[in-house]
């Protein structure tokens, strides 16, 4: 999604801008531009496509100035062209804007009737244009921004930058991140931590209805009120280091063979070194008092969220729901005395998540959310956050983010199973010792890389894919389907094992491959039997199961991929792996941008 980044310094800006920009194009763009101040006077450059076109851009045409701002844009209105690329300017002010001004249509019907014209089809543009309006009234552009925030319906994280003033820039955030970073007789403005990595590492994170005033020496945040807010400062302990291909040729590629490391991370954070008690952060949360669970989440996180049903009903005996972040948030859903509603969100500022979140506050007794950012919106207004620990990640297709949310899903039910005594204590202390052993399986299932890579040339030349998995396996095939989809845009689809015959079997010939998700659990025999079902019709079947598995499914089968034997419990985090590297390299063979896949963000900030 868009990102955001804005300089105030000694130095020249346009460097600064565009090297931060390139740390927010993991966020997903089609276009970018920067905008500076010089001698008093506002100037822009834009450019579509990837930041490469800007940079070259302002080679031959430089932008001076030692204040500025960036964006790079994912556009929601208005198509990816030069002229609906930010920072939009009006005369004498020029924006940047991450969200949806939702009144955008009556905010224009007022200004062509003041008889201001329009240069773009962007819901932002009326930001400038309107800030301008009052400016040519007389306002300062600090009175001109008060006056423009409160007119905005929808979600904004806005920087503006003024015409006639060097040191000067005002930010605003209602809905969408925005971070300020304090430097020495420099300050910086930035959508996220990573944005301002190499900058600062001195951090205050806006809160809802915040705007601050930031000058080189000075940064006043009011709240909604217009209250002087004081802020903390947090020192934050991003490794820049880290945001780097590693020797990979993808972010993807490096994220999914982290995963034994950051699961590993996962697990010694919350079982310590030794032992079988897993401890949650705070006061933890009493599971003997929950009723039900309510699970929301979008995309990848959503079939975290629907594994971690099978656990939580299966190891604690809690009844759970899930549901999709956007359609749980407008359906009023009833959350009853007892529920206990959890989140999960790599980013932790899923615009939709977020909403659904402030929905069950005031209603459930708990807000839990399990997040990868720490300081994110969903981890601040949660009662009890659990960070999943998985480092940075960049690649847009969720990789290692994934796995540790599985991971400490699974650790959730544990502890949710311990303190109901629902889980004979030798069998819970035997699945956290298992748990531990996990990372040197996971390393042991990277193995199955090249294996993956033969295959996948098979897989690129497909039109169409199935996923096929039942019980635990089922949400993987779903994340197998959704991961194929995202970075090689083949179109894929998963069912659960047993749906089959009620309708897709109908889609089975010889030029669909199946991947079969089975590993020996107690289903494993009838995985088989809807496996078989499928070869009688001529199917092609992709099995992915332990050495055993392999053997006992026969030889009809047209490829498979052996994976390590581990406790049926534990295989989602397991088969995720091979799920995630038949993607990435059926991508590699299409040729398709794996890290920046089309139309694509990350951090998904607007609805
Ligand atoms: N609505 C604005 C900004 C879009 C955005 O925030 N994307 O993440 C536009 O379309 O330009």
Redesign the pocket.
Known sequence: ??GIIGYLGSHEASPFLVEALKRLEY???DSAGIATVNDGALDRRRAVGKLVNLADLLVHTPLRGRSGIGHT??????GPTET???PHQASRVAVV?????ENFRELRAELAAAGIGFETE???ETVALLTNHYLAQGDSPRAAVERVLPRLEGA??LLFLFAGEDDLLIAARKG?PLAIGHGDGENFVGSDAIALAPLTDRITYLEEGDMAVVTRQSIEIRDREGQLANREMKQVTLDTARVDKGGHKHFMAKEIMEQPQVVGNAIKHYLGEAGTNISLPGEGVDFTRVERMILVACGTAYYACLTAKYWLETLARIPVEVDIASEFRYREPPVTPGTVALFVSQSGETADTLAALRYCQGKADMILSVVNVAESSIARESDLALPILAGTEIGVASTKAFSCQLTVLLLLALKAAQDRATLAEPERERLTAALRGLPAVLNRALDSDGIAATLSQQLAEARDILFLGRGLMYPLALEGALKLKEISYIHAEAYASGELKHGPIALIDKRVPVVVMAPRDALFDKSISNMEEVMARGGKILLISDREGLHAAGDGVWKGIELPYVDPVLTPILYALPAQLLAYHTAIAKGTDVDQPRNL?KS???E
């Open positions: 999604m868009c966020r997903g763009y844009r994912w556009a929601t209105h208005g609906n690329a930010h804007h991450n969200g949806i001004v962007t819901d932002t904004f994280a969408s963000a998904v900030t607007v």
